[in-house]
């Protein structure tokens, strides 16, 4: 990063094995500087970057397999991991990284769990010798009759994100899942009371809408589900955006109609981040949802209290794999 401190949260446009490059959101223009660049080259220099919700990024030297989270705003301080060997770097590219609480905490769980077409996840704890893959077996689905292939798929854990300690995914209209460490994980899951559900519910989950994407996003010790309808069978218009917040002690999703002021960042492979909205650089809202379309180089912004949708163009953004947000490591 150079020497001009970078205002965060801002998105990251990355390609593997090139220069990561900020874009800010008010001027909307490519700032031609990476997190690669300058005082940073050896920091992250030629690495694969999965961000996290609490703004560390995990970063991975595909020729040693030397691995460790770094924070944006400490320069080059890095927590150190074990190496993370035997993951493709294609498939780290596309993989999701959850931590279950600040790394110096007792017990901190750094959880990576492969993309939406795999039953694979990593994990480790800061300090530890090595990562522990582990398959998992949470149940399946069955495919109509007109895919090719098997029928039955094994579920993924995503959408998925931490809160209180625990990950919760897969929010599905009847149960909520849960993984806990105890040391081992343990899968476990939270029976939803679904006889209160909104039209909006009801046409997500069989209404005439081409498909929808969910994302958790853990803001304030809270959980939320993130629920974008699509407008097209090609999921590259959104149309509508909903959410909701988990009332744990009556077991179910409850609509929401602001964001406490916060705002709430979407970026792919169900990846979901909370942080302060309104005022400083960021140029970010209070109360909106923020979702970045990689490919068709779009950002689409929901004002949850105003129901509102924007569309913007990132036109000068450069090319990329994915694109993700860069967030402050403290936030709500």
Not at 261 to 278: D, P
Request: proline share 7%.
């Amino acid at each position: 990063m150079s020497s001009s401190r970078q205002e965060l949260p801002c998105l990251a446009f990355h390609r593997r094995g090139h220069s990561t490059a900020l874009y800010t959101v008010p001027e909307e223009e490519n700032l031609v500087v990476a997190l690669n660049a300058g005082d940073k080259e050896e920091v992250l220099r030629n690495k694969t970057i999965c961000p996290t919700a609490r703004g560390l990024l995990l970063a991975r030297d595909p020729n040693t397999m030397a691995t460790f989270l770094w924070r944006p705003e400490d320069g080059d301080q890095l927590i150190h991991l074990p190496p993370l060997e035997g993951l493709d770097d294609g498939v780290l590219m596309h993989s999701h990284c959850v931590l279950s609480d600040e790394p110096s905490a007792p017990g901190c769980v750094v959880l990576l769990v492969e993309g939406c077409d795999d039953t694979s996840m990593w994990y480790c704890h800061p300090g530890d010798d090595a990562w522990v893959k582990h398959e998992y077996d949470v149940g399946t689905i069955t495919l109509p009759c007109e895919y090719q292939g098997s029928k039955h798929l094994k579920i993924p854990i995503c959408p998925i994100a931490a809160c209180r300690g625990k990950f919760y995914f897969n929010s599905g209209p009847e149960d909520l899942g849960v993984l806990e460490f105890c040391p081992d994980p343990a899968f476990t899951s939270i029976a939803i009371d679904n006889s209160y559900e909104s039209e909006d519910d009801e046409e997500y989950s069989g209404g005439p809408n081409p498909g929808a994407s969910v994302f958790l996003v853990e803001s304030g010790d809270e959980l939320y589900r993130v629920k974008l309808l699509y407008a097209t069978l090609s999921h590259d218009e959104i149309d509508e955006g909903f959410v909701q917040k988990m009332d744990f002690s009556a077991r179910r999703w409850r609509d929401v109609g602001d964001l406490c002021g916060r705002t709430f960042l979407l970026s792919s492979f169900y990846f979901g981040a909370s942080c302060y909205g309104g005022g400083g650089e960021s140029g970010l809202r209070q109360d909106c949802v923020y979702s970045v379309n990689t490919y068709r180089k779009e950002m689409q912004v929901f004002n949850v209290k105003e129901d509102t949708n924007e569309v913007h163009r990132l036109d000068e953004a450069p090319p990329a794999d994915k694109a993700f947000w860069l967030l402050p490591s403290t936030g709500p």
